[in-house]
């Protein structure tokens, strides 16, 4: 997929396109953001572009240089098959071994078979044992003749020092709702309806999203719902950590994953901005919940004057503390006792 077909990210495709028509492009790049925003898109649209039989030249253009996307070379890295595209990824135990780092390195000591550069992708550069991450050392800093090294991570400060200071690392962010809805619906044959739906929940996340269409979100839905309702006549103590354990704890009795716990979090706040909306007598369009409308006018009274908005900042709270990986039980606890 070519720089001009990825959704998001313009300034990142701008970046390297305008360093692969001047012939800038550093040797060794690192893309670090969220997990599922496309970092690998953009790692494989770039080996594309260095190795396409027709590229597209664009001077004085966003991106200046780009990939046909259609040519023998462009399909093949596509299709994983590019003798000269290298992709190095964690096994079934999450981890790349030094072993596997060295196998790559004896094959970049050789020239292109058939590209105009080898490009060594290293996807979640992060499993890297420390062990393989020093063997890559040396040829960071000095890479082979017309060798290219591009890692993408979520998590660069698990790279030793040593390895990012020998990269150029280009930073990703969130993609928009909009931007996810439209991958959803281009890419992975979702409906406008779904993927909307979805993409509200992802946190710019593609990723995200697609482990979403899987999971039952109706489950994590009427699980937010529950926290509403349990919470809104002011529920003595024991009620409240009640509704916490049902938070974390899911219908089958086993513990949620931190990802589910956050959409359940972004859909209490969606509900709640529902109710504020319910409260002020807007049009029942603008609401994002339809499908629990009358669940949320039967408990709109009890948030009535400031208590949704202060709800509102509460689960905002909640959800940075469970980004910055505070525990999941006690995040829910103290949010229940806040609402």
């Not at 060794?28 to 572009?49: D, E």
């Not at 960071?140 to 290219?148: D, S």
């Not at 660069?156 to 690392?169: D, N």
Request: aromatic fraction near 4%; include cysteine.
């Amino acid at each position: 997929m070519p720089f001009h077909a990825i959704v998001g990210h313009r300034r990142q495709t701008a970046l390297v396109a305008r360093a692969l028509d001047r012939g800038t492009l550093p040797p060794t790049l690192l893309f670090a953001g969220p997990m599922g925003v496309g970092k690998w898109r953009v790692a494989v649209a770039t080996a594309q572009a260095l190795n396409c039989l027709e590229p597209q030249r664009s001077p004085g253009e966003p991106l200046a240089m780009d990939a046909c996307g259609t040519c023998r070379a462009c399909e093949r890295i596509a299709r994983g098959i590019h003798v000269d595209v290298i992709v190095v990824e964690p096994d079934e135990k999450a981890s790349i071994k030094i072993d596997v780092v060295r196998d790559v390195l004896s094959r970049t000591s050789y020239r292109p078979f058939e590209g105009k550069r080898r490009v060594v992708l290293v996807r979640d550069a992060d499993t890297l044992e420390p062990q393989a991450q020093n063997a890559l050392l040396k040829s960071l800093e000095e890479p082979p003749p017309a060798t290219v090294f591009i890692m993408t991570t979520a998590v660069p400060g698990a790279l030793l020092p040593t390895v990012r200071s020998r990269s150029m690392m280009l930073r990703f962010g969130r993609l928009t709702a909009d931007e996810v809805s439209a991958v959803l619906v281009r890419d992975h044959e979702h409906t406008e309806a779904e993927a909307r739906a979805v993409a509200a929940l992802a946190d710019g996340s593609v990723g995200q999203a697609l482990s979403l269409a899987s999971s039952d979100v109706a489950v994590l839905r009427e699980t937010a719902l529950l926290l509403l309702r349990q919470t809104a006549g002011r529920a003595d103590v024991q009620g409240r950590l009640q509704v916490a354990g049902a938070v974390t704890g899911g219908p089958s009795k086993k513990d949620r994953s931190r990802e589910e716990i956050a959409v359940v979090l972004r859909l209490t706040a969606s509900m709640l901005r529902d109710i504020e909306a319910i409260n002020s007598g807007a049009d029942p369009r603008v609401l994002a919940n339809p499908i629990v409308a009358a669940d949320l006018r039967a408990i709109a009274g009890d948030f009535a004057g400031d208590r949704a908005r202060e709800a509102f900042v509460a689960v905002d709270r909640a959800l940075f503390a469970l980004d910055r990986n505070a525990g999941p039980k006690v995040v829910t606890e103290w949010l229940s006792m806040q609402i």
